[in-house]
Structures are given as structure tokens and as C-alpha cells.
């Protein structure tokens, strides 16, 4: 028979049993769930860094960039840069690009209202993409799991730029939740700006230029930019449509075995 254990010394302090967080088999456990944690923390100050910008954009009553009133109060360059970075945050809380163009264009000319409109839209894509990577990646990026998820995760980690350009040329895709949902991606960043800028370039132009003869909608450079919203439109859906079969074409090829 074994001997029973001898009576703890006097004054002795007991040992508790080993936690399993304090084990080497449970600490991994411990870092990710204070990753993911803190990944959920970082995703609801995104949220709300979100609807706070939504909120100020609806109180400060965007519209008012439209009238001309206030930049008669300031130097020509100062109302421009200022107009550039309202163009930014604006696009980057939701508001309609079209809209900022076409107030562009009214207010400084078909010219500089471009330049301030592209100038804009970069602004906003990288402020949108900077803070989609920043606070909602970690959180949002393991729920790619779907099938088109994760198709359209591979899409823009593999064609980049032409994913990117494609993107930015069709018509009805929402500038802003685009921006935020190629963060989740493993997109690059020269890509979405390069991809923004030449991309957005047409339909900026066409904006505003359409704004700066917004007082007479029947004049040929109005017609000419409607015109060319509609065209580009079109054919941003047609390259849409061929690049798709052509990536199913090449999915659907079979290799042929070689036999030695």
C-alpha cells in the first residue's frame, strides 16, 4: 500500500491548480479572443466615426456648397482647396458624388471643377479606404466566406488597377461603401488610387461640365456630356460583362495531361 501524502507544513501557503489561461495550451486561446475583441472594438469606432460623419454632413446642410454665396468670401484658391477637402470628407460620409461634381462644375467652371472633383474623389477613396483597413478589416475579413465573397475578394487581389478601373466606370455602383468594402480585400493601395483616378476621370469631366451649363440644359455641351455619361456607362457594363466570361471561359478549360 502506498504511504498517504504527508500533512501540509504549518504557515504553508496552498497551491492552486494550474488555470488553463496560464498554461501554454490555453494562452493562444487567450491572444485571440483579445484579438477579436479588439478587432470588434476597432469595427464599432468605424460605425461610429461613420454616423457621426453622416449626422454633421445632415446638419451643416451639404446643399449650401452648391451656391456660389460663400466663395465670393474668399480667395479663389482658398475656396478651391477647401471645396476639394469638403468634396473628400463628403464622399467619404455618403454623399453622392455626382452631386459634389456637378456643384463643382457650377461653381468654379467645367476646368477647375474637374480638377477639384478628381482631387476629391482620391481624397475620399483613400480616406474611406484608410479607415476600412484600419478599424473594420480585422473583424469583417473572416466572414468572407461565401462563394461571391470570395470570388470577388480574389478579383480585386488579382486584377488590381483594371479591377479597380472597371469599378469606378460603372454606373450605379456607390462610390463610398466601394471604397470601404476594397479594404476588406487584399487590394493594394496604388491600385484603388491609380484605379480612382483614371477610372473616375470621364464621368468627372462629363459632371462637371454638365454643371457649369447646368442654367441652360439645351446647350450642346450639356447634351454632349449627358451624352458621354450615357456612352461611358454602357460601355463600362459591356468590358464588365466580357471580362466575366472570359474568367469563366478560363475557369471551364481543362488542362490536357501530358503522357511521357
Request: proline share 8%; net charge positive.
Amino acid at each position: 500500500m502506498l504511504a498517504p501524502a504527508p500533512p501540509p507544513l504549518p504557515g504553508a501557503a496552498a497551491v492552486a491548480p494550474p488555470d488553463a489561461t496560464s498554461t501554454p495550451a490555453g494562452r493562444p486561446r487567450v491572444r485571440v479572443a483579445a484579438a477579436l475583441g479588439s478587432a470588434w472594438l476597432k469595427c464599432a469606432l468605424l460605425l461610429a466615426l461613420l454616423a457621426a460623419a453622416v449626422a454633421a454632413g445632415l446638419l451643416h446642410e451639404p446643399q449650401r456648397l452648391v451656391t456660389g454665396s460663400w466663395t465670393a468670401q474668399l480667395p479663389a484658391g482658398t475656396a478651391l482647396t477647401g471645396f476639394t477637402l469638403a468634396y473628400g470628407l463628403a464622399t467619404a460620409a455618403f454623399v453622392p458624388r455626382p452631386v459634389l461634381s456637378l456643384a463643382a462644375g457650377a461653381l468654379f467652371g467645367a476646368g477647375l471643377g474637374t480638377a477639384a472633383s478628381l482631387a476629391g474623389s482620391v481624397l475620399g477613396t483613400a480616406a474611406a479606404f484608410g479607415l476600412g483597413r484600419l478599424l473594420g478589416r480585422d473583424a469583417l475579413r473572416p466572414l468572407l466566406r461565401g462563394r461571391r465573397l470570395a470570388a470577388a475578394d480574389r478579383l480585386l487581389s488579382r486584377e488590381g488597377f483594371r479591377a479597380v478601373l472597371v469599378l469606378r466606370m460603372l454606373p450605379g455602383v456607390p462610390f463610398a461603401l466601394s471604397n470601404y468594402a476594397a479594404a476588406l480585400s487584399r487590394l493594394r493601395w496604388p491600385a484603388i488610387v491609380a484605379g480612382t483616378a483614371v477610372g473616375t476621370l470621364p464621368s468627372t469631366a462629363a459632371y462637371a461640365v454638365a454643371g457649369s451649363r447646368a442654367t441652360d440644359p439645351t446647350s450642346p455641351a450639356f447634351l454632349a456630356a449627358s451624352a458621354f455619361l450615357a456612352v461611358t456607362g454602357l460601355g463600362a457594363v459591356g468590358l464588365a460583362w466580357y471580362l466575366r466570361a472570359r474568367r469563366r471561359r478560363a475557369a471551364c478549360r481543362v488542362p490536357t495531361p501530358v503522357t511521357g
